[in-house]
């Protein structure tokens, strides 16, 4: 759609209508006259006045200027996608980027930061209704609140939309409103219950948003669409009391891309955590950890990117950890953590040969990478090459070893 065509300000004419156009893909005409009997009609193009004879069937209605920038779009008598697009784009132009559809709330991402989500604007928003404020994720959450309290009933919040549309970080958002007007509720209980709740629920707070980094060092990746793309799916619930206070809140993630683990396209990587050890941890700490110098050194790696530009591994590799320490992790869990994440990698680097022609039963090559991942995984050595290459199966109820040809292993 062109950002130059507006409606005329004093546009009250209905015979407006969108009209396919090769090189806006949209564009606006007013339509002269009747259609004919078999469905086509004369229309000048206001963008350059030219006159084209359409079908009806390629004219899609305008609403009139009086719906221009429209904060719920389901009050457009003409509720058509250009309409749709005109508004929602309208309103991008004008650094607005949520725009209601009923119960909907859309967001076009900006791709920059917008200084739209602290607290006094969590307070501008709390207790209200949604027609007294413009269109907000905190709007929406506040909502969910209140109905949550007054109708007694658990509410549900769906964030929906193509990798990089915002999910993540709008879900981030809505937690945070939450934490707020549950924090600030006044008049449920004694003062005292309020501030044994607000030092609780600072705590809470805490360990909500804490959790992210480390949810998204472990489950998140570079693609080319997103360069912190979600390669999971997460249900948070949050539970209150009848007061509308938080008891506790639990996360549950399912449907981990674990396949990015083995193989990325060119412009991807695997998930962030590998490249922050590889760039976070110290020469010391890697050679403990048999960790490699580069992501390309790994088999495993190898074919992806290795860097993010304008993300810096070693300081995210300290947000991690500094998260792990917030969520309670002691060192030894910390360190049990970095020895699977190395045994991980390295079980790409283990190579197989062909023991002998007339036999299928695969060698390992290399032991010494066996070796580590045994020492890593604190197992013993010789019984996970066997249960790489000769791995126990239950035959009739009897258990047997099954030779593994290379492909196998
Ligand atoms: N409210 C926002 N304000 C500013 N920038 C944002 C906002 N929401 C998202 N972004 C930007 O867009 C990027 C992608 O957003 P996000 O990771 O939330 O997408 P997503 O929908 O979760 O994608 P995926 O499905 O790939 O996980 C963010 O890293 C951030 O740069
Ligand atoms: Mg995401």
Same mark, same amino acid.
Request: glycine share 6%; aromatic share 8%; net charge negative.
């Given at each position: 759609?062109?950002?130059?065509?507006?409606?005329?300000? #004093?546009?009250?004419?209905?015979?407006?209508? @969108?009209?396919? &156009?090769?090189?806006?893909?949209?564009?606006?005409?007013?339509?002269?006259?009747?259609?004919?009997?078999?469905? @086509?009609?004369?229309?000048?193009?206001?963008?350059?006045?030219?006159?084209?004879?359409?079908?009806? #069937?390629?004219?899609?209605?305008?609403?009139?200027?009086?719906?221009? &920038?429209?904060? &719920?779009?389901? !009050?457009?008598?003409?509720?058509?996608?250009?309409?749709?697009?005109?508004?929602?784009?309208?309103?991008?132009?004008?650094?607005?980027?949520?725009?209601?559809?009923?119960?909907?709330?859309?967001?076009?991402?900006?791709?920059?930061?917008?200084?739209?989500?602290?607290?006094?604007?969590?307070?501008?928003?709390?207790?209200?209704?949604?027609?007294?404020?413009?269109?907000?994720?905190?709007? !929406?959450?506040?909502?969910?609140?209140?109905?949550?309290?007054?109708?007694?009933?658990?509410?549900?919040?769906?964030?929906?939309?193509?990798?990089?549309?915002?999910?993540?970080?709008?879900?981030?958002?809505?937690?945070?409103?939450?934490?707020?007007?549950?924090?600030?509720?006044?008049?449920?209980?004694?003062?005292?219950?309020?501030?044994?709740?607000?030092?609780?629920?600072?705590?809470?707070?805490?360990?909500?948003?804490?959790?992210?980094?480390?949810?998204?060092?472990?489950?998140?990746?570079?693609?080319?669409?997103?360069?912190?793309?979600?390669?999971?799916?997460?249900?948070?619930?949050?539970?209150?009391?009848?007061?509308?206070?938080?008891?506790?809140?639990?996360?549950?993630?399912?449907?981990?891309?674990?396949?990015?683990?083995?193989?990325?396209?060119?412009?991807?990587?695997?998930?962030?955590?590998?490249?922050?050890?590889?760039?976070?941890?110290?020469?010391?700490?890697?050679?403990?950890?048999?960790?490699?110098?580069?992501?390309?050194?790994?088999?495993?790696?190898?074919?992806?990117?290795?860097?993010?530009?304008?993300?810096?591994?070693?300081?995210?590799?300290?947000?991690?950890?500094?998260?792990?320490?917030?969520?309670?992790?002691?060192?030894?869990?910390?360190?049990?953590?970095?020895?699977?994440?190395?045994?991980?990698?390295?079980?790409?680097?283990?190579?197989?040969?062909?023991?002998?022609?007339?036999?299928?039963?695969?060698?390992?090559?290399?032991? &010494?990478?066996?070796?580590?991942?045994?020492?890593?995984?604190?197992? #013993?050595?010789?019984?996970?090459?066997?249960?790489?290459?000769?791995?126990?199966?239950?035959?009739?109820?009897?258990?047997?070893?099954?030779?593994?040809?290379?492909?196998?292993?």
């Amino acid at each position: 759609m062109s950002s130059s065509v507006t409606l005329p300000a #004093d546009f009250s004419n209905k015979n407006l209508v @969108w009209i396919p &156009n090769e090189k806006l893909a949209l564009s606006l005409a007013l339509v002269c006259g009747e259609p004919d009997s078999v469905g @086509w009609v004369d229309v000048e193009s206001i963008e350059t006045g030219e006159r084209l004879r359409i079908s009806t #069937d390629d004219c899609q209605k305008s609403n009139t200027a009086e719906y221009e &920038n429209c904060e &719920n779009m389901t !009050i457009f008598p003409c509720l058509n996608e250009p309409s749709i697009l005109k508004n929602l784009k309208h309103r991008f132009v004008s650094n607005v980027f949520y725009t209601y559809s009923g119960q909907t709330c859309i967001f076009i991402n900006p791709y920059k930061h917008i200084p739209i989500y602290t607290d006094s604007i969590s307070k501008d928003y709390q207790g209200k209704k949604r027609k007294e404020m413009p269109p907000h994720i905190f709007a !929406i959450a506040d909502e969910a609140y209140r109905k949550m309290i007054y109708e007694g009933k658990g509410q549900t919040i769906l964030c929906t939309g193509e990798s990089g549309a915002g999910k993540t970080e709008n879900s981030k958002k809505i937690i945070k409103h939450l934490v707020y007007v549950a924090g600030n509720r006044s008049g449920v209980d004694s003062s005292s219950t309020v501030e044994q709740n607000r030092i609780f629920m600072d705590t809470l707070e805490n360990r909500l948003i804490h959790v992210n980094p480390i949810l998204e060092a472990f489950g998140n990746s570079k693609t080319s669409k997103n360069y912190n793309s979600s390669r999971f799916g997460k249900f948070v619930k949050i539970h209150f009391d009848k007061n509308g206070l938080i008891l506790g809140a639990s996360i549950e993630t399912f449907l981990l891309e674990s396949s990015r683990i083995t193989n990325q396209e060119q412009d991807d990587r695997t998930f962030h955590i590998f490249y922050q050890m590889i760039q976070g941890l110290s020469k010391s700490q890697r050679d403990v950890l048999f960790i490699k110098d580069k992501a390309v050194d790994y088999e495993f790696l190898k074919n992806g990117c290795d860097k993010i530009p304008c993300v810096n591994d070693a300081d995210e590799y300290r947000q991690t950890l500094q998260a792990m320490l917030m969520m309670g992790l002691n060192d030894e869990q910390i360190n049990q953590i970095h020895r699977i994440a190395s045994a991980i990698l390295l079980f790409g680097d283990l190579n197989f040969s062909q023991v002998n022609k007339d036999d299928d039963q695969a060698a390992l090559v290399n032991k &010494n990478v066996a070796d580590q991942i045994a020492d890593l995984l604190g197992v #013993d050595a010789q019984k996970l090459i066997e249960s790489i290459l000769k791995p126990k199966i239950e035959v009739q109820g009897s258990s047997t070893h099954r030779s593994q040809t290379i492909d196998q292993t």
